[in-house]
């Protein structure tokens, strides 16, 4: 089965955006192989406002080989042909999860991935945390959420920018 993993960068406040959707503050590291990462999938789940803000910066169209899976109550697939709009996330990561291809990327979204995560639909949580104190913004699990149980996979401290990367997966039934 195809795991579903939320990679996000995050301030150490616990934010994954600024208060105004900014992610300027984000420090790309030098040693991060992200066409390695980024290789590990073939389909990405992006909330409406991810894909909006990814709109904005002209990134519209996924890279060959790869599906973005946008869920949104308000887009109009017809609006969007490069990209698969839906409504109900929980049957479409479902439906993904049960056929052959690559891991899944859950892109973006504290409200998606709450949403997937009570669901118990996202098996992995990879977090960048980047060192800066932001304040206020979009936190990483926006309230109410669920409590969930995490085990350390592995992590990784970038020592030329300080960023800390630590992989997670959720313990279910404990």
């Given at each position: 089965?195809?795991?579903?993993?939320?990679?996000?960068?995050?301030?150490?406040?616990?934010?994954?955006?600024?208060?105004?959707?900014?992610?300027d503050?984000?420090?790309?590291?030098?040693?991060?192989?992200?066409?390695?990462?980024?290789?590990e999938?073939?389909?990405?789940?992006?909330?409406?406002?991810?894909?909006?803000?990814?709109?904005?910066?002209?990134?519209?169209a996924?890279?060959?080989?790869?599906?973005?899976?946008?869920?949104?109550?308000?887009?109009?697939?017809?609006?969007?042909?490069?990209v698969?709009?839906?409504?109900?996330?929980e049957?479409?990561?479902?439906?993904?999860?049960?056929?052959?291809?690559?891991?899944?990327?859950?892109?973006?979204?504290g409200?998606?991935f709450?949403?997937?995560l009570?669901?118990?639909?996202?098996?992995?949580v990879?977090?960048?945390v980047i060192?800066?104190?932001?304040?206020?913004?979009?936190?990483?699990?926006?309230?109410?959420?669920e409590?969930?149980?995490?085990?350390?996979?592995?992590?990784?401290?970038?020592?030329?920018?300080?960023?800390?990367?630590v992989?997670?997966e959720?313990?279910?039934?404990?």
């Amino acid at each position: 089965m195809r795991l579903v993993r939320y990679g996000v960068a995050m301030s150490l406040d616990g934010y994954i955006a600024g208060p105004r959707g900014e992610y300027d503050w984000i420090v790309i590291d030098p040693e991060v192989d992200f066409g390695a990462i980024m290789a590990e999938f073939d389909t990405f789940l992006i909330g409406r406002k991810s894909f909006e803000a990814m709109l904005r910066e002209g990134q519209d169209a996924p890279p060959k080989g790869v599906q973005y899976v946008v869920f949104s109550q308000t887009l109009r697939p017809s609006d969007y042909p490069q990209v698969r709009v839906e409504r109900d996330a929980e049957r479409v990561v479902t439906e993904l999860r049960s056929v052959p291809g690559k891991d899944i990327a859950l892109f973006g979204g504290g409200d998606l991935f709450r949403s997937l995560l009570k669901a118990g639909l996202v098996d992995r949580v990879e977090v960048s945390v980047i060192p800066v104190l932001l304040g206020g913004g979009i936190q990483l699990l926006p309230a109410p959420a669920e409590r969930a149980k995490l085990r350390l996979r592995k992590h990784r401290l970038y020592e030329k920018t300080g960023t800390l990367r630590v992989e997670y997966e959720i313990v279910r039934g404990d």
